[in-house]
């Protein structure tokens, strides 16, 4: 990992914490009022929704460069959305295994090779959720094929690399854990961070 800049020094106070009491709370979140200071020193009453999962992704390339994607209707936007293979994990659980699952469960698919590529801060103005993101290659079926639950309704595609990369560019795919995953990878792919058969598959 290269050194970190200078300019990404911290600087100023940070928000203080007073009282904080829990006004919702399900299997999956958490919503707190919080008593605060910010920063500049005024009093403020902060929202805070708290997610009890880690968040995983991740980005299937088979042999030819394609990403494999998942269809699905989203409930908070009321759309279809295409994405990566995503879900959430135990924050006590290594991602790799929880990603493993994920692949499995979505995409019916395991991986020969894992590398985690991306950690990821997802709406750090309102929530404490944290994302973690690995690139799978070897592909081939999972054992057991796909265990999607009782609300999941999946599509499946796959896309090559650079097709997705357009799509998600062109703001056809709005899923920000997808949007950036691929825009990583492409990196990846240009700065020599790849293999040179992957990074060749990849860009075509």
């Not at 991306?118 to 796909?146: K, M, Y």
């Not at 293999?195 to 060749?200: E, G, I, K, N, T």
Request: aromatic share 8%; no cysteine; hydrophobic share 45%.
């Amino acid at each position: 990992m290269s050194q970190k800049p200078a300019w990404l020094s911290t600087h100023g106070t940070p928000w203080s914490r007073g009282k904080a009491r829990i006004v919702y709370d399900n299997p999956w979140i958490s919503v707190s009022e919080h008593q605060a200071t910010a920063p500049t020193g005024v009093a403020a009453l902060y929202g805070l929704v708290s997610f009890k999962n880690l968040a995983l992704a991740v980005l299937p390339i088979d042999e030819m460069g394609r990403v494999v994607m998942v269809g699905q209707h989203r409930f908070p936007f009321g759309d279809y959305s295409w994405e990566i293979p995503e879900g959430g994990g135990p924050k006590g659980e290594d991602p790799m295994d929880g990603a493993r699952r994920e692949l499995a469960e979505e995409a019916g698919l395991a991986a020969a090779e894992w590398r985690e590529i991306l950690r990821i801060q997802l709406s750090n103005s309102v929530t404490d959720e944290l994302a973690v993101g690995f690139l799978a290659t070897g592909l081939s079926p999972a054992s057991g094929g796909e265990h999607v639950d009782d609300t999941e309704d999946f599509a499946l595609a796959r896309v090559p690399f650079r097709e997705a990369l357009d799509a998600a560019m062109a703001g056809h795919i709005r899923d920000a854990l997808t949007v950036a995953m691929l825009l990583r990878a492409y990196h990846m792919a240009r700065e020599g961070l790849l293999s040179d058969a992957l990074a060749r598959a990849m860009l075509g």
